[in-house]
Structures are given as C-alpha cells and as structure tokens.
C-alpha cells in the first residue's frame, strides 16, 4: 500500500509538478524523499516473495550510466561527468523504484491508470487555458498553443504526456478484456485528452496520435483486416481534417522545421567528429551556437554519449518492445494472464507512440524512465505467469538493434544534411 501509494504521489509530482507553483511545496525536496522510500520497500517485497530481479534492461542501464560519465570525463569535463552522472542515476532509480515496486498485474494496471487521470487533469488545465487565455499556474501561450509549467512547458512535450495517456486509455476502453466502469471511464479520459493533443498544435504529436491509433485498430480488429483498412483510411482522413492548422506548413522552408533540420545536422558532426564517447551528455545545447537541443532523442543521445553508447542505450527500449510483444502473443486460460496480455498491447503501442514522436523532440525526463520500469514488471510478471515464455537478449537482438540505430541515423544525415527535399 505505502509502495503504491508513493508511486501516484510521485507521478503527480513529475506530471502536474505542485512544487513549481504551489507555494507550500516550493522547495520541498518530495522526489527525493519518494524514491528511495519506495524504491526501499520495494526492494523488501521482492526479497520476501522471492520474486525474479534480473532482466537484460538492468545490466544495460548500468552500462549506460558509465557511459553518461564517460562522455564527459574523456571530453576533459568531470565536473559535468559527476552532474551529468548523477542526475541519470536518479533517473535510472526511477526505473527500479517502479520495476520493484510493481509485483502484480494488479499494480502495474493501478499505476497505468494512475497516468492516465493524472495526465487528463492536465489535459483539463490545457483545455481552460485555451478559454481563458491563462493556465491554472498562471502561464501564457506558446505561440498560440498550450503548455504547461516546468519540464511541460513546451508544447511538443505536453502532447507526449497526452499521447502516452490516450493510448493507455484506448486499451481500457476498447481493448478485448475492458471491462464496463473501466470502459466508460477510459472513454471520459479520451474526451478530453484529444482535444488536449490538439491545442498543443504539435505536428509531431499529431503525426504519433495517428500512428498510434491506427496500430491498435488494425491489430485490434485483425479479423476484419479490408473493413480495418477502410476505416482507417475514413479515420486517417478525417484526423487529418481537423489536425492543428500546423500541420498545414510541414515543409523544410518553414522555419520551425529549418531549425530542426539545422539542429540535426549539428547532432550528425558531434557524431563524426567524436564518434566513440560523444561531446559529453548535456553538451548539446552548450556546444551550438545558439544553445538549441537535438528535436531528436536518436540524435541527440548519439551525438552527446557517441555510437557504442548510443546502441547500449536503444537496446533499452527495444527490449521492452521486446518483451511486451512475447506476452502479448501468449494464449490466455485465467484472468491474470488476460490482464497482462491486454496490459502488454497497451504498453507496446504506447512504446511505439514514443519512440515516434521523440524522432520530432528530446525526451529524457523521469517519465520515460517510469515507461521503462512499467515494461520490465510486465515482463517479469510474464514471465512467472508463461511458463514457455523465455526472454533474453540474443545475438539477434543485437544485430537488430546495430541495424536499426545505423538506419536511423543514416536517415537523419540524408533528412538533414543532404537534404533531397529542399
């Protein structure tokens, strides 16, 4: 109980952020009290069940923290080596402290729904803002589109959080095993996180709502794969017709996306010009001229930690597809086995939402870290209620993993530096 419990607590301190402006929390360290609390008694829970630990996802997060202070110690800079390693190491204990915390399909749908409420009360604060002018923490516009405050207060970024919540609650309300209150719930949370999506006018986010959508309509209804095709054809259409006005100026002469395409192609000669151990993480931004991040999460991590940290990284997030699609393919007999099913398909699209709109922004925060924790216990769950189910990282994987980050990138030096459509 006091595990879950600080888990909400925690998420709404990283989602709706009171201690940036409530002035009774102002200055109150809560994160730093939460997570070695939870993560503590987590760690208990798991000794006293005996419960599986170790996954692939551990070793690899280990091996990028050594790479987060290496990138910056080779570069000559220890004193941002040791800022740089500790602010991910809070972030990979996050990850832990979610992992340990969540022992039961039961825990993991509770937190699932937890994001889901906490991200549409903001929706909620994006919607009154876009009436009233003013959001309820007193901030203004963004160039006509709504925000939020602290590590929200970009638009691109708030369309993430409503994109990672809209997919979670499509499972719940539409998926095979959701079940009536939780329907009719999730249907409520979708009313208002869509227009949320939509006042952020984040193209990118837009682009990540249809690919989302049309992933779980097509895998959903499969049996019906033309009257699918059709629909989804009728919904692109009709995504497409009320997408943000935004969306009308994707070209590369626009100057939001020049300055992407202009970020990107920094990113790609960090990479060429420090290819085994990068610019340093956090160096980005200090290393252009005018400070700017990546707008890419592939590049700005490979820019910033070079290419072997770079795959160690990928390998993180490709494991937990990975793993929520083996247990999303598993036959069901109990119920338990159907909640972590439907709990996978939920995750894996959720996962692949992300991992599209972070092509178009850079998202490292904590609630990646949380996505991350959230699909190892899923998979540790799978794997004690599967008893075929095995899961390791192969060689395989990892021919996979080299492929795919050499494709990306390579794709972002032809978008960016070559640029074929100029």
């Given at each position: 109980m006091i595990a879950m419990t600080s888990i909400f607590?925690?998420?709404?301190?990283?989602?709706?952020?009171?201690?940036?402006?409530?002035?009774?929390?102002?200055g109150m360290p809560v994160s730093d009290i939460i997570i070695p609390l939870a993560l503590g008694i987590g760690l208990?829970?798991?000794?006293?069940?005996?419960?599986?630990?170790?996954?692939?996802?551990?070793?690899?997060?280990?091996?990028?923290?050594?790479?987060?202070?290496?990138?910056?110690?080779?570069?000559?800079?220890?004193?941002?080596?040791?800022?740089?390693?500790?602010?991910?190491?809070?972030?990979?204990?996050?990850?832990?402290?979610?992992?340990f915390a969540l022992s039961s399909p039961d825990r993991i749908k509770t937190t699932s729904w937890s994001l889901i409420l906490v991200v549409a009360i903001l929706a909620i604060e994006g919607i009154d803002h876009a009436r009233s002018g003013t959001g309820w923490a007193g901030e203004p516009f963004a160039e006509g589109r709504i925000r939020w405050i602290g590590n929200w207060d970009?638009?691109?970024?708030?369309?993430?959080l409503f994109i990672i919540a809209t997919t979670l609650s499509l499972e719940f309300c539409l998926g095979p095993y959701a079940r009536g209150s939780g329907r009719i719930l999730a249907a409520i949370a979708l009313t208002v996180l869509l227009p949320g999506i939509y006042l952020t006018g984040s193209r990118g986010g837009w682009?990540?709502?249809?690919?989302?959508?049309?992933?779980?309509?097509?895998?959903?209804?499969?049996?019906?794969?033309?009257?699918?095709?059709?629909?989804?054809?009728?919904?692109?259409?009709l995504l497409f017709s009320f997408a943000p006005a935004r969306m009308g100026e994707v070209n590369t002469?626009?100057?939001?996306?020049?300055?992407?395409?202009?970020?990107?192609?920094q990113g790609i000669r960090f990479l060429q010009t420090h290819p085994l151990y990068g610019i340093g993480k956090g160096q980005f931004g200090p290393s252009t001229p005018d400070g700017l991040i990546a707008h890419n999460n592939y590049v700005q991590i490979s820019a910033e930690?070079?290419?072997?940290?770079?795959?160690?990284?990928?390998?993180?997030?490709?494991?937990?597809?990975?793993?929520?699609?083996?247990?999303?393919?598993?036959?069901?007999?109990?119920w338990e086995q159907a909640l972590l099913v439907?709990?996978?398909?939920?995750?894996?699209?959720?996962?692949?939402?992300?991992?599209?709109?972070?092509?178009?922004?850079?998202?490292?925060?904590?609630?990646?870290?949380?996505?991350?924790?959230?699909?190892?216990?899923?998979?540790?769950?799978?794997?004690?209620r599967f008893p075929t189910l095995s899961f390791s990282l192969t060689w395989r994987d990892g021919s996979i993993v080299l492929g795919g980050g050499t494709a990306m990138i390579a794709l972002v030096y032809v978008i960016a530096v070559i640029e074929p459509f100029r």
């Open positions: 607590i925690y998420i709404v301190i990283i989602i709706i952020q009171p201690q940036e402006f409530i002035p009774f929390f102002q208990l829970e798991t000794w006293s069940k005996k419960r599986r630990i170790w996954l692939p996802q551990h070793t690899l997060l280990l091996c990028f923290l050594i790479f987060v202070f290496l990138s910056n110690a080779l570069n000559g800079n220890m004193a941002a080596g040791s800022d740089q390693g500790i602010l991910y190491l809070k972030r990979v204990a996050v990850y832990f402290m979610v992992f970009g638009s691109n970024g708030l369309a993430l682009l990540s709502l249809c690919l989302v959508v049309f992933l779980f309509f097509i895998e959903r209804y499969r049996k019906y794969a033309m009257r699918v095709v059709v629909m989804m054809l009728l919904m692109a259409g002469k626009e100057a939001s996306a020049r300055e992407r395409l202009w970020s990107w192609e930690i070079g290419w072997i940290g770079f795959f160690i990284w990928l390998a993180i997030p490709y494991l937990s597809l990975k793993g929520c699609y083996l247990i999303y393919r598993q036959a069901v007999t109990t439907s709990l996978a398909r939920a995750l894996l699209t959720t996962l692949i939402g992300f991992s599209a709109a972070t092509f178009f922004i850079t998202m490292e925060l904590d609630i990646l870290f949380v996505l991350w924790g959230l699909c190892s216990a899923l998979i540790v769950e799978g794997l004690r």
